[in-house]
């Protein structure tokens, strides 16, 4: 009895830690999603928030992104960012190279890497389409919202993000706000746009859902069966119980058998 | 000994009072085993005779239950008249075979829960996380609610994920323990930091094993209306006190003010 339940409880571990297993383990070819809270960006001054989740199929994905609190009316070039040697996170003040108390598209780089997917609404994707501003969402009101499906991207890309690798950024802030993109500092990606253009307003770390189910079960826990008394008294009756079963079954088979 | 030799006893009793010596003795036997195996399930559970928490009506630990995602392929982008508002109004999301993305609010973090067909309410909340072996942590005390903080807060785009704990170590019932009573149509009333009240309208009420939790269905759903997900333990118990299940309320949201 007792070994039998041991047996029991050791394989359905097994199994638990297979599935997790599983469930954890990269996946290449399966369909996988990752998912991002966006976050204002640090020093950049936007009072906005945003989710975002992406499906993997291969070499395809699917965006599905909605945002506010962004400049209202104005185009947002928004990408996906991955480096190999970056930090798979969103910036912190702390990379603030230039010290102004913003912070610009290159110097999030070592958070989130290069651009590798261009969430733009038609046409192409490519990082070639980083700063395409006709093609992005303008937030009317300040609300964004994006899906898209059949987006390539090469095999690296979709095992990065499918890793949860990859960071969502959505650009164009409003230092000065005054209601468009202005000022006299110039886009490090672009000369002829003002920063504020092209300046990182939210972002997030697309990540893997968590493993498994939750152990949301205080679930009586050991000192309950330690402390005897009626636990201890109902396992005695219980065994006796079915030991005496045993016994009467084992009687009553006896007694078919003779009749036969 | 053959089976077909009479056995010893055959002799001392005629065969009517033999037949009933068998009957009786499987009886016996099956009330044994059944008083046996109750005391032995209850003496594991250690709840001393009290039933286990309430379980969804409609449920049973049904295994393949990830409802394939619409969305898929190629889609258009959301139109912005799907949004018709910005400011939390008196807001009614879409049908859910709307194709795009329905209204949403603004991250703020909730203040109270209520579901008022149970007569739960808790302004008790906690940050879920990702741990290292992959799985989400859970709140330390039963009567917090836990948030997974990498998911969306209630009313924005996507399944905002909520746990707590269906009874503590010493069997006091957790603020969850009678979630599985819920039914579709029931309402789950959420108040945010930035003073916006939500009511999300109760969809499904299933009871999954562990081993087969529905990852997608509750992490991801559709992701294009303000949906939450509520998440405790039920079922069975094994020898280490660890339920079965997990029992998931899913609902959208039907109105923000």
Partial sequence: MGTTTTTRIAGASIAVAAAMALTVGPAFAAETWVSANLKPVAGNGVDGSGTAMVEVTGNSITVTMAANGLLPDNPHAAHIHFGAEARHECPALSDDTNGDGHLNTTEGGPAYGDIVVSLTKTGDTSPKSGLAIDRFDTAPGGKLTYQRGSITVSSDVATAISAGQSVVVIHGVDYNKDGKYSGDTKSDLDKSLPTEATDPALCGALHVAPAGGMHTGGGFAADGLKSGGQNEALLLIGGGALLAAAGTGAFAARRARSRA | ?257
């Fill in chain 2, 1 to 257: 000994m053959t089976e077909h030799t009479p056995s010893p006893d055959s002799d001392r009793s005629n065969p009517r009072t033999r037949r009933l010596g068998a009957g009786v003795a499987i009886a016996v036997t099956a009330v044994l085993v059944v008083v046996g195996i109750v005391a032995l399930v209850i003496g594991l559970r250690g709840t001393s005779g009290t039933p286990g928490p309430p379980q969804p009506a409609a449920g049973g630990a049904s295994s393949n239950s990830n409802p394939a995602t619409p969305g898929a392929g190629p889609t258009r982008s959301g139109t912005p008249s799907s949004s018709p508002s910005v400011s939390p109004g008196q807001i009614e999301t879409p049908a859910q075979a709307s194709v795009g993305i329905g209204d949403f609010l603004e991250a703020s973090q909730p203040t109270s829960i209520s579901i008022p067909s149970i007569g739960v309410r808790s302004s008790h909340f906690v940050s879920l996380r990702i741990q290292h072996d992959g799985t989400i942590s859970v709140p330390g005390t039963a009567q917090e609610v836990g948030l997974y903080d990498a998911g969306p807060t209630p009313g924005q785009l996507g399944p905002s994920v909520l746990a707590a704990h269906v009874d503590t170590p010493s069997g006091v019932p957790g603020i969850f323990y009678d979630l599985g009573k819920v039914q579709p149509g029931d309402v789950v009333n959420v108040a945010r930091r930035d003073r916006s009240h939500l009511t999300f309208t109760v969809d499904k009420v299933s009871a999954y094993k562990k081993t087969q939790f529905p990852t997608d269905a509750v992490y991801k759903g559709d992701f294009t209306r303000p949906e939450i997900r509520l998440v405790t333990c039920g079922g069975p118990t094994d020898s280490r006190n660890e339920y079965r299940d997990n029992v998931v309320v899913f609902a959208h949201l039907t109105n923000a003010t």
